[in-house]
C-alpha cells in the first residue's frame, strides 16, 4: 500500500467511516472579519502599477470590501429560452415594481439584466444568501434558481466569468479546447454556442484540467447540457497532446482555444475574502512561468486563423500584459492581438498597460537589467516591459474592474493566429518561462507528435480482444460486415467519403481496477464500440430508428464486462473522429458521450428489446424514432394516478409494445399551446426540445422515466402553455403533476384491462 499503509485512498463509501460527525460544531470558519479587510502590500502594489484610474481608488477599495452579487444566466437561445427569461419578468420583477421592499432599513434592489449579455438572458440579483433563504418573495427566486439550475435551463456563473467565451466566436463547426475547463460554466456557456441551430454541430469541444478531481466537477456540470460533442480530458495543460490525422496527414488543431490559466486570484476577492490576509506578490510571480507555457503551448495547438482568449481573474499585470507580451515577441508576427473594443458596448472595462513594475520580497523593478543586478530572486526577463513593449498593441488587452459594474476583476486578451511561426531555440523559450525543460516544437503535418512528452507509446494490439457482444471495427481483407457496412455509409460518419482509412474504432483505456485489457492510464473508464448486432438490431427494430441516424457507427460504451453492457452513449462525429485517431491513447478521456439507452430487464415474460430510451438522449433520438408512441390531450398530464378517459388515448396505449416508449401531447394540442411539434430543439440543446418523455409500458400501468426536477421543468412549460392559451384564466394549480409523480404502479401484474397512468 506504500508509505502511506492505505491512508489517502479513500474512493469507496466505505472509505468514509472516519470522516467528521455529522452534527454542528461551534468552531466556526476562520473567516475574517469586515475590519480585516486590508493588506497594506496589496494597496502599495496595485497603486504603483496603475492599475485602478485616478482619483477612483477609494471606489475601487470599498466595493472590493462588499459581497458579491448573484448572477445567472439563462441557457440557450431559443423559445424556451426567452419564455423563462419572461416568467422571472413578470412572475418575480412584478413584486418589486408594486411597493419597495425594505430589509433592515435598506430598499431592496430588484433583479436586473445585463447590459451587455444578448436578449437579457443574464441576470445580476444584489442579494445576500441570507435574505435569499429568508424573504418569502426571495425564497421564490431561490427555489426557481435551485430547480432551474438542476435541470440545466440556468447556470449560475458570475458576470465577468462569462465575458471570455463570449470573444471566442464559436460556431458549430468548430474544434474547442478549453485548456483548464473546471468547474465548467465556461465550458457550459461554449456548448451552447456550438449547439446553435437545429442540426447537431460537427465540431467539438475538448475540456480539460490537470486536475482529476475537478475534472469530475467538470464532468457534473457539463452534464446538464446532455452534448453528444464533449469531450474531458485530465492533462497538464503546458504539455497536451497533439494528435495526428491519419487521413488527411497533419495534425488535428483547433479553431478556438479558450486559456483561463490559474492565477493568484485577487480578482475574486469579493467572494473569497481569505485573499485578504494571505496575498502577496509572490503569488504572481510564481504562477507567471507556468502561465506562459500555457498560452505558448496554446498558440502551438491553434489553427492559422484561429482564435485563442487569454484570461485571468487578477489585476496584477505580471500575470496579465507580461504574458500577452512575451508570448507577442516569442511568436513574432503570427500571433495577431485583436482590438475588439466595440465589441459587448454595454461591458465597462480599461485598455491594458504599456509599463508595470515587477516586485520580488524587497524592492520594485521596473526592467530586467535593473532586476538582474540585484539577485538572487524568482523574478525572470519575460515578467518585464521593454523597449519592444512601447510597439505592442497592449492597449487591446482589456481589465475589468470590481467598482465599474459591481463585478470581480478580470483581465482579457485575444490572439489571432496569422501563420505558423518560427519556433525559438528550446534553451530560449525554456529560460523564458522558467523552466529547465525544452518546449516541444510546433508539429509539422504528418509527424506523430500526438503523445506528451517524455512518455514511450506504444500502439494497443487488439490480437487480445475477445469477440462478444462488445467489439471492435472489424477490420478484414475479405467481405465487410454488416456492422462495418453500416458504419461506413452512415450519416455523420467521418470516413464514408475519404479515400484513405483511418486508424480503426476500437477499445480504448480500462486499465487498472482488476481489468485483464488495460490501456495507458489505470483507473479510467474504457471508450469502447458497441458494434454487436444483436444489440444495434434489437434496438433499432424495437424503436423503429431512422437510417440516418448512425446508430451503428456512433454509439459507445463506458464497461468492459461480459455481456451486454448496462449504459450505451452517443458520440457525435467530431468525437468519433478525435478519439479514433488518437489510436497511440495520447489522450486521457475522463467523460465523453451522450448516454441514450440504458439496459432494463424484466422479471418475467418476453422481452423485445432489453434497452430503455434515457430522458437525457431523447431529444436526440426523438426526431429519428418512428415508433408510434402514445400521445396524450392537453389535460391527461394534469391527472396522476387516473385512467385516461380519452378513447384515442386509451387506443393508442393499450396498442402499445410492453416496454419503453415516448409520450407527448398530440400534434394538435401542442400546437394549440403553442408548443413545438417537430420533433426537432430550437437550438440542440436536449433542455429546449419538445415536450415528450420516455416512459414505460408495463401491463397494466405506463410510469415516466424522468427525475424530479425535469419532472418539475416540464409540468412549469406545459402550465405556462395552458396559461397562455386560455389568455389568463384561473388554472388549477396541478399542470404536469403526473410528471412529478414517481409511485409504484398499483395495479396487479396481470391486470390487462385499463391502464393506468403513473
Known amino acids: 500500500m506504500g508509505k502511506y499503509k492505505g491512508k489517502h485512498q479513500r474512493v469507496m463509501k466505505r472509505d468514509f467511516k472516519q470522516s467528521r460527525p455529522d452534527k454542528w460544531s461551534e468552531k466556526s470558519r476562520s473567516q475574517p472579519e469586515r475590519s480585516e479587510y486590508n493588506n497594506e502590500l496589496f494597496v502599495e502594489y496595485y497603486k504603483k502599477q496603475g492599475v485602478v484610474p485616478e482619483g477612483q481608488w477609494e471606489e475601487f477599495m470599498e466595493v472590493l470590501k462588499t459581497p458579491l452579487p448573484t448572477t445567472f444566466r439563462i441557457n440557450g437561445t431559443g423559445k424556451f429560452a426567452t419564455d423563462l427569461r419572461d416568467k422571472l419578468e413578470s412572475d418575480f420583477l412584478s413584486n418589486f415594481n408594486k411597493d419597495p421592499i425594505m430589509v433592515a432599513g ?12 444578448s436578449n437579457k438572458l443574464a441576470w445580476h440579483m444584489s442579494f445576500s444568501r441570507g435574505q435569499l433563504r429568508k424573504l418569502p418573495i426571495l425564497a421564490e427566486i431561490h427555489e426557481l434558481l435551485k430547480r432551474e439550475n438542476e435541470a440545466g435551463s440556468i447556470t449560475r456563473q458570475e458576470a465577468v466569468s462569462m465575458v471570455p467565451p463570449l470573444f471566442l466566436g464559436v460556431e458549430p463547426h468548430h474544434r474547442i479546447l478549453d485548456m483548464c475547463a473546471a468547474p465548467g460554466s465556461k465550458t457550459a456557456q461554449i456548448l451552447e454556442m456550438l449547439h446553435a441551430g437545429t442540426m447537431m454541430p460537427t465540431g467539438i469541444v475538448v475540456a480539460n484540467d490537470a486536475d482529476a478531481q475537478r475534472c469530475n466537477l467538470l464532468a457534473h456540470q457539463t452534464k446538464r447540457m446532455c452534448s453528444p460533442a464533449l469531450i474531458v480530458t485530465n492533462h497538464d495543460a503546458t504539455m497536451y497532446p497533439i494528435v495526428t490525422d491519419h487521413t488527411a496527414k497533419e495534425s488535428i488543431l483547433f479553431d478556438r482555444i479558450l486559456c483561463d490559466v490559474p492565477c493568484s486570484g485577487d480578482g475574486t476577492i469579493r467572494k473569497a475574502p481569505d485573499i485578504w490576509r494571505r496575498w502577496t506578490p509572490g503569488n504572481g510571480n510564481g504562477l507567471h ?59 465597462p472595462r480599461l485598455p491594458g498597460l504599456k509599463k508595470w513594475y515587477a516586485r520580488d520580497k524587497i524592492q520594485y523593478y521596473s526592467n530586467w537589467e535593473e532586476a538582474s543586478q540585484n539577485g538572487p530572486h524568482k523574478l525572470t526577463k519575460s515578467m518585464f516591459p521593454d523597449a519592444q513593449s512601447d510597439e505592442l498593441p497592449l492597449e487591446r488587452c482589456m481589465r475589468i474592474l470590481p467598482h465599474h459594474s459591481d463585478t470581480g476583476g478580470f483581465f482579457i486578451a485575444v490572439f489571432e493566429k496569422m501563420a505558423k511561426y518560427p519556433q525559438p531555440a528550446p534553451k530560449q523559450e525554456a529560460a523564458a518561462a522558467g523552466s529547465k525543460r525544452p518546449r516541444p516544437q510546433e508539429p ?44 461506413g455509409t452512415a450519416p455523420g460518419s ?11 474504432w476500437g477499445v480504448r483505456g480500462g486499465g487498472g481496477r482488476n481489468r485483464g485489457v488495460g490501456g495507458r492510464f489505470k483507473g479510467l473508464d474504457p471508450v469502447v464500440p458497441v ?37 450505451l452513449y452517443f458520440v457525435s462525429s467530431g468525437v468519433k473522429h478525435l478519439l479514433q485517431n488518437d489510436d497511440r491513447e495520447a489522450l486521457k478521456v475522463t467523460m465523453t458521450g451522450l448516454k441514450v439507452f440504458e439496459r432494463q430487464e424484466l422479471k418475467d415474460g418476453e422481452q423485445m428489446c432489453r434497452y430503455r430510451i434515457v430522458q437525457d438522449g431523447l431529444p436526440l433520438l426523438l426526431p429519428y424514432v ?22 384515442h388515448t386509451l387506443e393508442q396505449i393499450r396498442g402499445l409494445k410492453h416496454g419503453c416508449c415516448v409520450v407527448m401531447l398530440r400534434e394538435g394540442e401542442a400546437a394549440s399551446l403553442g408548443l413545438d411539434t417537430s420533433k426537432q430543439t430550437e437550438d440542440a440543446l436536449s433542455v429546449h426540445a419538445p415536450l415528450a418523455v420516455a416512459a414505460w409500458k408495463g401491463k397494466g400501468s405506463i410510469n ?6 425535469e419532472c418539475a421543468q416540464i ?44
Open 626 to 647: 418512428t415508433r408510434d408512441g402514445a400521445e396524450l390531450a392537453g389535460g391527461e398530464p394534469q391527472k396522476p394516478r387516473h385512467t385516461p378517459e380519452d378513447s
Open 289 to 347: 512561468p507556468l502561465q506562459l507555457r500555457i498560452a505558448l503551448h496554446a498558440c502551438q495547438m491553434l489553427k492559422v486563423g484561429g482564435r485563442l482568449v487569454y484570461s485571468t481573474c487578477t489585476f496584477n499585470p505580471v500575470e496579465d500584459e507580461a504574458v500577452v507580451a512575451e508570448v507577442l515577441r516569442m511568436t513574432g508576427s503570427a500571433m495577431q492581438l485583436l482590438d475588439l473594443s466595440d465589441h459587448l458596448p454595454g461591458l
Open 444 to 487: 509539422e503535418p504528418g509527424t506523430p507528435e500526438a503523445a506528451e512528452p517524455g512518455i514511450k507509446l506504444e500502439t494497443p494490439s487488439t490480437s487480445g480482444r475477445q469477440e462478444g457482444s462488445i467489439t471492435a471495427a472489424v477490420v478484414s481483407s475479405g467481405e465487410p460486415t454488416a456492422a462495418t457496412t453500416a458504419a
Open 106 to 117: 435598506e430598499t431592496l434592489q430588484p433583479p436586473r439584466p445585463l447590459p451587455w449579455y
Open 715 to 758: 409540468a412549469e412549460r406545459l402550465k405556462k402553455a395552458m396559461a397562455n392559451a386560455a389568455q389568463g384564466e384561473p388554472l388549477q394549480n396541478q399542470a404536469g403533476a403526473v410528471l412529478a409523480h414517481q409511485a409504484s404502479p398499483t395495479k396487479a401484474p396481470g391486470y390487462e384491462g385499463d391502464v393506468e397512468m403513473q
Open 494 to 504: 467521418v470516413d464514408a467519403d475519404d479515400k484513405a482509412s483511418p486508424p480503426q
Open 531 to 567: 458494434t454487436d448486432p444483436e444489440i444495434l438490431s434489437s434496438i433499432s427494430d424495437f424503436y423503429g430508428i431512422a437510417k440516418d441516424f448512425p446508430l451503428w457507427d456512433q454509439i459507445i460504451t463506458r464497461s468492459l464486462e461480459p455481456g451486454r453492457p448496462k449504459r
Open 704 to 709: 415516466i422515466l424522468v427525475s424530479k426536477g
